[in-house]
């Protein structure tokens, strides 16, 4: 039998909750009681237990997703009672989270405005209080309160004629009838264009697409972009590389052009230090980084993921591969974890590991740079007065105007260029 | 007498057995036989079992809020082991151990965490109060009903226990007021978990510890090693008899820590250092205990078989609970009052209202 297990309230009307790490994998059996998953929510961050012992099925989300209370985490194929196709759900949530504020230590308690009095001696009075002004939130009857939420009713902006100033269902039925300006019927006026029949398909948007589009479209209105182009020549590189990776491969690392890339960017990123900083208007003032945390952008199956490679200044070479490996590794498990995720300084994306020449990268906001890689080019260049064949690495870095100026940023990327170039000059530097 | 030796206005500290599981005190040593300390680990094993299910059921959707009682196992199971059928208990919300040897079930501990009135009808325990969840008003009954039993001349005492935060309460004051001037036979424990929800005892009270307060009551007061078992279970011992001998009431701060949350709500790892916790974790009652058997050599079970014989009891009675019939609109208004008085009845009026319309909704 199946059982669907829904994300429950496990905190006095939460609504969402994110995953921060599986415990679990599809296929895998479990014991009831059993930690499926890690999930931090407003209140707590704590693991979530299995109802019921069997073999998941399916898991839902992935690290960095939220869940609303109600949805499904996982599917268990129950020991014992396979074979019948029924799918049991788990018992609807407990509550259904209405915030209203006002949650208390151990339950939630209604809460009125300070002028909204409910003295005891008028209990059962039908004579309504005068109010001096309108409470931020009304006493109401639950009836009250329900059908108000139904006919889309601002509760609050109602004087209530019940005890203590009390909203009742005659007040509601008051304030449609007469169809009063609290009557709010607006809708927020988007764009919308209707299609026939099978012109499109619809998806709803996964946690992890919604969480891209609000990242990207919060870099893009909150900084302001600039991106710059550069090739540089790195035939000396790939000599070395070739040179190098039967060295790595003995320790089992796949050595790629990352590594130096990462190391070339880090000891660069010390000269410059716009570029390993953030922008804090709020508070007038601009924020350096002393670690350098190089994210790098990573493609999977879901959608783009960016686990972080910390400290990369206090890593070898050979260090900062194998670190990729695991991330990526990760990232392809879903495994990655928030921590994997966060502090990231400065932004590596390697498009041109898929195809790619120039492209216009969009910084990882708060930070105030990223360096876009592209495809290696095989193509004439001029050495010295001869024209040779040239392999040439495409650069593009997005920097944020606002804290780095244009020449900071040509400066930077003439140093990285320069290592790239000549790797030497990075043991020497 | 405990009571006199231990003065809490020199901060002393009533201790049996050190860390170790070592007799430090032989003097004040109870004398218990080896059955009965075997069993006493044993229902702290249960208390704990239990606890951890029961956090376990919150975070599975399954219950609501709970509060965890992990770490007062030797409070519990001293009280519990002390109290008799015909004592009285008012109890506050993290005394789960003292209810289930008073002989509440787990089962009714779930309905009432699952909202089920029925949680409150402890059907084989005598004379136990529901689960005051308003903070110190279990005190405020506690002396009432010592009053009453005393006017009434019977042979019954009543224990009753607050949490550090709860002694700031008005409740404390006034119900420990009259239990000095009236003498009532009422043992009242401070559970001095070191945390109200964030806040630490040191910003709680400028005293120099809470059983000092005993003092401007006129009542004994000591400070104990909460998560001793034998100090537990002696100085409730004494304090009974004192109680029983007609002398009137007595205040026990037991020392204790809260190893887990406040509620299933709360984080402690917000307000407090895991370095803290660990130099708590040495002082956890039930190893103190286990050490002390381990010593004597007095303890045979396969521990781990137990736990999970414990849990299996406490998995039926949870799927008992959760498989009753769904409690009805009337138990919400119903006990409260013999007769329902207007309000209520039209609050009553206005759910019901409620649910007829939620109905033509469907």
């Known amino acids: 039998m199946r059982y669907i297990f829904n994300f429950p309230d496990i905190g006095e009307g939460l609504e969402e909750g994110t995953i921060l790490e599986w415990y679990v994998a599809k296929g895998q059996a479990v014991k009831a009681g059993q930690a499926l998953v890690n999930m931090e929510t407003d209140k707590v961050v704590t693991d979530i237990p299995s109802p019921k012992s069997g073999t998941i099925v399916a898991i839902y989300g992935s690290v960095g997703e939220t869940i609303r209370v109600g949805s499904p985490l996982v599917e268990i194929e129950i020991e014992g009672v396979s074979g019948a196709d029924a799918v049991v759900e788990a018992k609807a949530p407990l509550t259904v989270p209405i915030d209203e504020g006002g949650a208390g230590v151990v339950g939630t308690m209604e809460l009125a405005a300070s002028n909204a009095l409910l003295a005891a001696s008028d209990e059962g009075s039908s004579k309504p209080k005068a109010e001096e002004k309108t409470p931020s939130k009304v006493l109401a009857t639950p009836l009250a309160r329900a059908m108000a939420r139904d006919l889309n009713i601002d509760i609050n902006k109602l004087s209530g004629t019940g005890p203590s100033g009390r909203v009742t269902k005659e007040d509601i039925q008051k304030a449609v009838e007469s169809k009063s300006p609290t009557v709010a019927h607006k809708k927020t006026e988007t764009f919308t264009q209707t299609f026939s029949g099978d012109e499109v398909t619809y998806e709803p948007l996964s946690q992890i697409r919604k969480a891209i589009a609000k990242n990207m479209l919060n870099s893009k209105q909150n900084t302001a972009h600039m991106t710059l182009f550069e090739e540089v020549e790195i035939s000396e590189l790939m000599r070395i590389r070739e040179k190098l990776k039967p060295k790595f491969s003995d320790k089992n690392t796949k050595l790629t052009y990352l590594p130096f890339i990462v190391k070339a960017i880090v000891q660069a990123l010390k000269a410059h230090r716009q570029l390993n900083s953030q922008m804090d208007m709020e508070n007038d003032r601009m924020v350096f980084k002393n670690r350098y945390n190089i994210a790098v952008a990573v493609d999977t199956p879901e959608g783009l993921v960016v686990p972080v490679i910390k400290d990369a200044d206090r890593l070898s070479i050979l260090q900062i591969a194998q670190k990729i490996a695991e991330l990526s590794d990760k990232a392809r498990d879903r495994k990655l974890s928030m921590d994997d995720m966060k502090d990231g300084t400065f932004t590596i994306t390697n498009y041109g590991s898929i195809g790619g020449v120039f492209a216009t990268p969009v910084i990882n906001y708060p930070q105030a740079g990223i360096l876009g890689i592209g495809r290696i080019v095989t193509k004439p260049i001029v050495k010295g007065d001869q024209i040779v064949v040239g392999h040439v690495l495409p650069l593009s870095l997005s920097v944020d105007h606002r804290i780095v100026d244009g020449g900071e940023a040509s400066r930077f990327i003439n140093q990285v260029m320069e290592y790239l170039s000549n790797p030497v000059l990075m043991l020497v530097e | ?362």
């Not at chain 2, 040897?101 to 529901?130: C, D, Q, R």
């Not at chain 2, 009652?285 to 045979?300: A, E, F, S, T, V």
């Not at chain 2, 329902?340 to 206005?350: E, S, W």
């Open chain 2, 1 to 362: 007498m405990i009571f006199n030796d231990f003065d809490p206005k020199e901060d002393k500290i009533f201790r049996v057995i050190d860390n170790e599981g070592k007799v430090i005190n032989k003097n004040l040593m109870p004398d218990l036989d080896d059955e009965t300390v075997i069993q006493a680990y044993k229902h702290m094993l249960f208390f704990r079992a239990a606890d951890e299910m029961a956090v376990s059921y919150q975070r599975q959707g399954r219950m609501y809020t709970y509060p965890p009682c992990i770490g007062h196992e030797a409070i519990h199971a001293a009280a519990g082991m002390i109290i008799r059928d015909q004592d009285w208990l008012a109890p506050a919300f993290r005394e789960v151990g003292i209810m289930l040897l008073k002989g509440v079930t787990m089962k009714e501990i779930f309905l009432y965490y699952m909202g089920n009135e029925e949680g409150s009808n402890f059907k084989k325990a005598n004379h136990v109060l529901p689960i005051s969840i308003s903070i110190g008003s279990q005190y405020l009954h506690a002396t009432g009903i010592g009053y009453s039993v005393k006017h009434q001349r019977k042979d019954e005492i009543v224990f009753t226990s607050i949490g550090d935060g709860g002694t700031s309460e008005g409740d404390f004051s006034e119900a420990l007021n009259f239990a000095g001037l009236w003498k009532v036979p009422v043992i009242y424990t401070i559970q001095n978990n070191q945390y109200a929800i964030s806040v630490p005892v040191r910003n709680q009270t400028n005293a120099v510890n809470l059983a000092i307060k005993s003092y401007g009551f006129g009542i004994p007061g000591v400070k104990v090693d909460g998560n001793d078992f034998f100090a537990m279970y002696a100085t409730y011992k004494e304090a009974t008899e004192y109680a029983r001998a007609g002398k009137g009431a007595v205040l026990i701060e037991a020392l204790t820590y809260r190893k887990g949350a406040h509620t299933t709500s709360d984080d402690p790892t917000k307000y407090r250092t895991k370095e803290e916790e660990l130099e708590w974790a040495k002082t956890d009652p039930m190893i103190r205990l286990k050490k002390y058997m381990d010593n004597k050599g007095i303890w045979k079970e396969n521990e781990e078989e137990l736990i999970e014989k414990y849990k299996l009891e406490v998995d039926k009675q949870f799927e008992e609970a959760e498989n009753m019939a769904p409690y009805k609109l009337e138990d919400v208004f119903n006990y409260m009052y013999v007769d329902m008085p207007d309000d209520l009845k039209r609050q009553k009026t206005d759910y019901e209202q409620f649910l007829t319309w939620k109905e033509s909704k469907k």
